[in-house]
């Protein structure tokens, strides 16, 4: 079956650890994207990449970092600098980046105390 | 750069009435709109998506209209049913470069039997 996972689905840190959220596709798509959730917030982008070894930040970088080693794979730390990082994170892939089809995993809850 | 406003933020309706969410977007040359349906604690997934070239666009009990010169589009349900019941996002980007969906903030459809 083709589609995105994300894995742990919850997520549970101590303040002041850094902690990595799975994400990896197996539909061969080119653009992948890290989004937050909060209540009554919609769906804010965090970051974003077009391409292997290319990433671009989106409207709430701050606090959260990236890498895109391979076209499969864009994981997203979450760091101590992250003043607020209890939310529900999903990853989405494209084909390409701009007016195409994002594609959702289910979602990781992170929780920390 | 974009900016994407939804209403209703909350919609309750009895089953078999119809159902409108409607949002507004700023930048005139977004050329993509997609609605996305998200079920609690899962992942959104695309219902239907418009683009600038189309007015009107249906799929059984859902449709989508478009008015650019406006600046707004709708989500119309008809017939609803209590599996309608959920969050519904807006999105809307275009074609260049870097472009990513501008999301907005939901809109919770309740359906009651």
């Known amino acids: 079956d083709g589609g995105i996972t994300q894995s742990p689905k919850y997520l549970f840190r101590k303040e002041g650890q850094n902690v990595t959220l799975s994400c990896e596709q197996n539909?061969?798509?080119?653009?992948m994207y890290w989004y937050r959730q909060d209540p009554g917030q919609g769906l804010r982008l965090i970051y974003y990449?077009?391409?292997?070894?290319?990433?671009q930040k989106g409207d709430i970088a701050e606090g959260y970092s990236v890498s895109r080693e391979k076209k499969e794979s864009f994981p997203l730390t979450v760091t101590s600098a992250q003043k607020n990082p209890t939310a529900f994170y999903l990853c989405?892939?494209?084909?390409?980046?701009?007016?195409?089809?994002?594609?959702f995993g289910p979602g990781t809850r992170l929780t920390v105390t | 750069g974009e900016n994407v406003e939804q209403h209703p933020s909350t919609l309750s309706v009895q089953e078999g009435d119809s159902a409108v969410i409607k949002c507004t977007y700023s930048?005139?040359?977004?050329?993509?709109f997609p609605w996305y349906k998200q079920e609690l604690g899962k992942g959104p997934q695309l219902i239907i998506d418009i683009r600038s070239n189309v007015g009107e666009k249906k799929d059984q009990r859902i449709a989508v209209t478009l008015n650019k010169t406006a600046k707004h589009f709708s989500l119309h349900i008809t017939e609803t049913q209590p599996e309608d019941s959920a969050v519904y996002f807006c999105a809307a980007s275009k074609d260049s470069g870097y472009s990513t969906l501008t999301f907005g903030k939901g809109t919770m459809l309740l359906v009651s039997p």
């Open positions: 539909l061969n798509h080119d653009a």
């Open positions: 990449s077009q391409i292997v070894n290319d990433f």
């Open positions: 930048d005139s040359a977004s050329n993509y």
């Open positions: 989405a892939s494209s084909i390409s980046s701009g007016s195409y089809e994002q594609y």
